[in-house]
């Protein structure tokens, strides 16, 4: 399955497949209607939450331009206009964290059932029709250890960069962590307390402009110890 790592293609890629879940579908997958509904709620609360997001970083840019209008417009007898807060829609069920996970293995649940075909995941949109993937472009990493610190290198190509992904080892898995326009990246997270070690993962995807393209590079993994 091809669940998305990027939280706005996430959100389109959960709204896909909900919107075909009527009540046979759900009944052919053995879906009852408790894991649906939850299901829903994390969508709706996710869109919530980004849009919230949205709002207010057009809030606070609205208080930086206020604040240069402020300054730096000739004096004109104009009085100065505070940014407005942004008004939210009325809040929907709020969910638990690890959105994610349990879309994942909501979708796991139908791609193990007895009823499911890969064409069926390729129209929920959980899954890649090899017959539109004639290739594959994804970064090939390498990572060593520069001055106790993972140095990250790859083929930079005619792509803007690498999106990075990161696992720490603290359960957590594969966060979202930085992204990098050179062919080389030094993490410089603080390193484990002296005297223990830990396995750091990674996975890069390339960027064309701020937007992923390709899919994600194979794991490497290094381990770092404290100093």
């Given at each position: ?102 879309f994942e293995k909501f979708c796991k649940k139908i791609a193990n059932h007895k009823n499911c075909t890969q064409a069926i995941l390729v129209n929920l ?69 002296a005297g223990t070690a830990v396995i750091w993962r990674y996975r890069l995807i390339f960027l064309q402009g701020n937007t992923e393209v390709g899919d ?12």
């Amino acid at each position: 399955m091809d669940i998305e790592l990027g939280i706005g293609p996430l959100h389109r890629q959960m709204g896909n497949l909900l919107s075909k879940m009527d009540a046979a579908t759900c009944a052919k997958f053995d879906i009852d209607k408790a894991e649906l509904a939850t299901e829903i709620d994390d969508y709706n609360f996710l869109g919530w939450a980004l849009g919230a997001k949205t709002a207010y970083q057009s809030y606070s840019k609205s208080w930086t331009d206020f604040v240069e209008h402020l300054v730096h417009d000739d004096d004109t007898n104009i009085l100065a206009i505070l940014p407005t807060l942004p008004t939210l829609p009325a809040l929907p069920a709020v969910s638990l964290v690890g959105i994610r996970d349990r879309f994942e293995k909501f979708c796991k649940k139908i791609a193990n059932h007895k009823n499911c075909t890969q064409a069926i995941l390729v129209n929920l949109g959980v899954a890649s029709d090899p017959a539109s993937k004639p290739s594959i472009v994804k970064p090939v990493a390498k990572v060593k250890l520069e001055a106790g610190h993972p140095l990250i290198s790859y083929k930079k190509g005619d792509f803007t960069g690498v999106r990075i992904y990161k696992d720490s080892g603290d359960g957590k898995g594969f966060v979202r962590f930085d992204k990098s326009n050179l062919s080389k990246f030094k993490d410089d997270s603080p390193l484990p307390p002296a005297g223990t070690a830990v396995i750091w993962r990674y996975r890069l995807i390339f960027l064309q402009g701020n937007t992923e393209v390709g899919d994600l590079s194979d794991i490497i993994e290094i381990t770092v110890a404290g100093i």
